[in-house]
Each structure stands twice: as C-alpha cells, then as structure tokens.
C-alpha cells in the first residue's frame, strides 16, 4: 500500500467517523436538526477525540516554512524571553480567519491568501496575561489553504488530550497590508498573536512523552535546554523526548 | 541568510508534501505570476531567474501568465511580511493527493539581505513548487552561494513524473 492509499484511507476514515459521530448524535435527540454545518461540525469536534501530530502534519503537508533553525537561536529559553504571550493550554477551536489580499486576480476578483486560527485556552500563563482580551482565550494565526477545509482537520486539534505550549508575540502588519474580515474568528479585544519563532508552537502528547513542533518538522537538537524551558512554563515534560513525527510510507501513520 | 535544513540522505522525500516537500507540479509547463503586491524589481527579477533556471536545469518549461494571477497559476510569487520567515510554500489547489494544481510561494522582502538572498529564497520556494524537499547541497538548502538544483533533484523533477 502506499503512502497516497494510506492517507485516503484516513481520509476516508475520517469522514466515516465524522458520518457516524453526526448520526449518533442525532439519534440522541435531534440535537443537530437545524444547525448550521459549523455548528455539526463544531458538535463533532468535542466528541472526537484527536491528535495533535495528525494536526502538523496535515498544516505541514501543505506549508512548508523556510526558517532559522530555534536552536541556532538558543533554544526556547531565549524565544521565551523575546515574547509576550508564553504558557501551556489545551485546544477549544480552530477557526477561520481574516485573510491578507495580495490585489486583484486577472479576473477582478480579490486575491486573498487565507489565514486561520488555534484557539488555546490557557492552563498556565507565564506572561502575557495583561495583553489577553477578556475571554482569556489566546489566539494563534498560522497559514490556512482552501485544498485543506478546515472542517476536516478541526477535530485533530480539539477535544485532544495532547497539550500545546506557546511562546508568541502580537501580529503587527504593515499599514500597506489590506486585511479582510481583519476580526473574523475573534473579538475586537483578542489581540492577533503569532509565534515568535515558526517550531515555537509545540504539541505535547503524554502517551508518546514528546514534544513537538505543530508548524514545523523541526527536531530540536537542543532537546535538554528545550525541555527545560518547557517544564518552567509548568509544563512537566520530564524525560520527554523533542522528535518530529513523520507517516509511515506503508500505513501513513505518524510515527518518530 | 540560514534557515531549517533537512537532513541529508541517499533517498531523499519527494513530492510526498510531508515533511518539508512540496507536490509534484501538474505538468511539464509550470506556469508562474507575480500578484500585485509583488512590487519589487528585484524580487520579480530573481524569480524569473528562479523559473529561467528551472527551465534551464529540467525538462520543465516555464510560461509567465502576465496580467493578473489566476486561481490555477502553478507558482503564484507573493509578497510576505511574515518576519520570522524567509518564505513558505503553500498548496492552494490539489490535482490529487500527490500532485498540486496551484501554489502560492512567498517571500519575505525585509528578510532578503541582497541579490545571492532573493535567488537562493526564489529557487528554493520554486522548488517546493516542484516537489522537492529540504536538502544541504542546493538552493534546497539554506546557503545562498547555492542557486540551482542539485543533479539529485533534477532527477526528481525529470523522472518522477506519475
């Protein structure tokens, strides 16, 4: 089997267990009748249990950044000091967002590079906390593309017992970037945050004891100094390990 | 101007999108645009020289589409604020699982340091657009006296063509 067979059979999967979770639910009372299809899909979600690798590697499928090594930098210690939002939580939503218009397409129509939202409710703050809007909701911005529906991998984020730690620092665009729908997916009071560092938004899976970059495969040498920092967050990574996942070419599960 | 790197193998990935690669294009004609906000003479000037090289070095054949992006363009060049990045790649549009319709390629204008930086950044988005993954000893890596595609991946472009 290979690897394209294995990923369609997940795929596949994955939109069996979503059929069946929606019929399971209506046939407990009719809960979805009349919902709209985020709120089906947002009713999916907090019945599925997912996981926070199969989120990266679905966002690395289909971006891939160029970057500065983090341990060049001097490990997540020295990106910690350089941000203003840093701490542990859990995952309640992955929604759409504003997009940046890149102009007009040779048809008129708006070019608009999407972007999307992590939405962590925090367990552990270690700064940041004065810069948060009143929900207490920190709201992380990453690339979105329209080949990957946001539906589909929503409940890979939510509803997981995988943690996520994050070291951020507020969106600043230019005044030249035209933003549309600039508040789409949050409230006027939820300050725009991105990591400071692209492998400094980190999933942590208890079952596996790692940690690891959710927008990068990076593997984080420096895996000692990097769990430090981590567990001063409060995040109690002891022995842990920083290893990138990568699918089995066989079955395309994600293993070390 | 360093970046990530992948380590280096006798079999590298190609075309499987994760990690670090891209798709295999749709055809042997990669089409390319620059959107409007690409506004830099020395941007578009690199990425010709990007797309002239990949012409050059495979059997791809480059064809700008002047006038606007389309939603099909297969590297559409857009301008990047994105700080803590050189560039990205991003696959908008799949042909199927292994193959990508359309890709933005982005680049960061504040980032680039000179001219070696814009080409070494364009050839290596470029070649996400073409499949291929991280790698030391090309444009696929992060050395910007590196500005063409090694003999390796051209074999990539070249024969892996289904």
């Known amino acids: 089997m290979s690897i394209w067979t294995g990923i369609e059979l997940l795929m596949r999967n994955s939109v069996l267990r979503r059929t069946a979770l929606l019929a399971i639910t209506a046939a407990l009372g009719g809960l979805v009748a009349g ?47 350089q941000s203003q ?3 542990v939580g859990k995952v309640t939503g992955v929604q759409s967002a504003y997009a940046v218009s890149h102009g007009k397409l040779a048809d008129g129509s708006p070019d608009l590079d999407e972007h999307m939202l992590l939405v962590i409710e925090p ?46 620092t507020e969106v600043d665009y230019p005044s030249e970037v035209e933003l549309v729908d600039e ?34 495969n990076e593997l984080l040498e420096g895996s000692d100094e990097n769990l430090e920092a981590l567990n001063e967050l409060g ?21 070390e | ?28 004609v990669h089409q390319f645009c620059f959107s409007d906000d690409y506004n830099s ?40 604020t994105d700080q803590s990045v050189d560039g990205s790649y991003t696959c908008v549009e799949f042909v199927n699982l292994h193959k990508c319709d359309s890709a933005r390629v982005r680049v960061t204008f504040a980032r680039m340091g000179g001219w070696n930086d814009w080409r070494q950044t364009s050839c290596h988005e470029l070649g996400h657009s073409v499949g291929l993954t991280h790698a030391v000893t090309d444009c ?23």
């Not at chain 1, 995040?235 to 293993?255: L, N, Q, Y």
């Open chain 1, 35 to 81: 919902c709209s299809s985020d709120e089906q899909d947002e009713a999916t979600s907090q019945v599925t249990a997912g996981s926070l690798k199969d989120y990266a590697s679905a966002l690395q499928r289909v971006t891939v950044y160029e970057h500065d090594p983090l341990d060049e930098l001097g490990t997540l210690q020295t990106v910690s000091e």
């Open chain 1, 85 to 87: 939002v840093v701490g």
């Open chain 1, 123 to 168: 367990q552990e703050l270690a700064q940041g906390s004065e810069l948060l809007g009143p929900s207490g909701l920190v709201y992380v911005d990453h690339y979105a593309s329209p080949a990957q529906p946001i539906s589909e991998i929503r409940e890979d984020a939510v509803g997981t017992e995988d943690r996520v730690a994050f070291f951020l």
């Open chain 1, 183 to 216: 508040f789409q997916g949050r409230t006027t009071d939820d300050p725009l945050l991105t990591p400071t560092h692209v492998s400094a938004l980190l999933g942590i899976n208890e079952a596996d004891r790692e940690a690891f970059p959710l927008l990068t």
């Open chain 1, 235 to 255: 995040a109690d990574v002891d022995g842990f390990t920083t290893a990138s996942g990568k699918p089995d070419p066989e079955s395309g599960e994600i293993s």
């Open chain 2, 1 to 28: 101007l360093v970046g990530i790197l992948g380590r280096p193998a006798m079999a590298d990935d190609y075309a499987i999108g994760y990690p670090s690669s891209g798709f295999k294009p749709d055809s042997t």
């Open chain 2, 41 to 80: 003479d020395t941007g578009r000037d690199a990425a010709v020289y990007a797309m002239d090289n990949l012409e050059g070095q495979t059997t791809m054949e480059k064809e700008r589409i002047s006038g606007g992006c389309r939603e099909v363009t297969d590297a559409r060049w857009n301008k990047s």
């Open chain 2, 140 to 162: 696929m890596g992060t050395d910007s006296s590196n500005l063409e595609y090694s003999p390796h991946h051209v074999g990539h472009v070249n024969l892996d063509r289904d």
